[in-house]
């Protein structure tokens, strides 16, 4: 099946820094979306992108859909605590079924 | 916006005990509906998922069976748990009108299988 490769696996970083976070295919996605999952919680959906090149932003957070359609990245702005979680990048092509990445977990170091 | 609920939040059973985990959505009808596992620190696998009342698909074969008795209900069962079911399980909707990969996650039930 469809493989979604994020980088990194995991940040730390400290409050207020910038963050830059990417997945990755080998094949063409025709949405790419990102969430966010808070400790011992569901995923919620942040920023969803149907469109090739597509840039948007959510507050802090800012999603673009890769041009060549294989790849999405996400930024957050000047981090506070509550960024603390797991990062899904999520992709959805034709009639199959949403397939996530594999997260990368973000720390903030106080 | 859709409220999904799922219950228990919490459930440690033995070796070979049944299992059912439930899940209801509120604020949509005709959902697509989703039952996904997540291993620790893992991402999300795909279990099974339903797009009307009593129509499931598997996604992948395992020792879980799913049932949809209600447009809006969504029962994850086993007869037999295994160590290896072990995990966080989480319901999900769709937005009404099908997949367009904007989901709605339950919080999750934390089975722990001793």
């Known amino acids: 099946g469809q493989q979604l490769n994020q980088s990194p696996q995991s940040m730390f970083i400290q409050e207020g820094e910038d963050v830059s976070m990417n997945c990755t295919s080998s094949s063409i996605f025709n949405t790419w979306l990102w969430y966010k999952q808070d400790p011992g919680e569901g995923p919620v959906l942040l920023i969803a992108?149907?469109?090739?090149?597509e840039l948007t932003s959510n507050g802090r957070l800012t999603a673009q859909f890769g041009i060549t359609r294989k790849d999405s990245f996400l930024n957050i702005s000047a981090s506070i605590p509550s960024d603390v979680g797991i990062y899904f990048c999520?992709?959805?092509?034709?009639?199959?079924?949403?397939?996530f990445g594999t997260g990368t977990r973000l720390t903030i170091i106080p | 916006s859709q409220t999904i609920h799922q219950w228990p939040a919490t459930l440690v059973q033995p070796v070979g005990s049944p299992l059912s985990l439930e899940c209801t959505v509120e604020?949509?009808?005709?959902?697509?509906l989703y039952w996904y596992r997540q291993a620790a620190g893992r991402g999300l696998q795909l279990l099974f998922y339903?797009?009307?009342?009593?129509?499931i698909s598997s996604e992948v074969p395992q020792n879980l069976s799913a049932s949809r008795p209600q447009d809006r209900q969504f029962i994850l069962s086993s007869k037999k748990l295994l160590l290896s079911d072990s995990g966080f399980y989480l319901c999900a909707s769709s937005r009404a009108g099908g997949d367009t990969g904007e989901l709605f996650f339950g919080e999750g039930s934390r089975l722990t299988v001793l």
């Open positions: 604020g949509t009808s005709n959902p697509n």
């Open positions: 339903s797009v009307g009342i009593g129509q």
């Open positions: 999520a992709g959805l092509r034709g009639n199959e079924k949403l397939t």
């Open positions: 992108l149907y469109k090739a090149g």
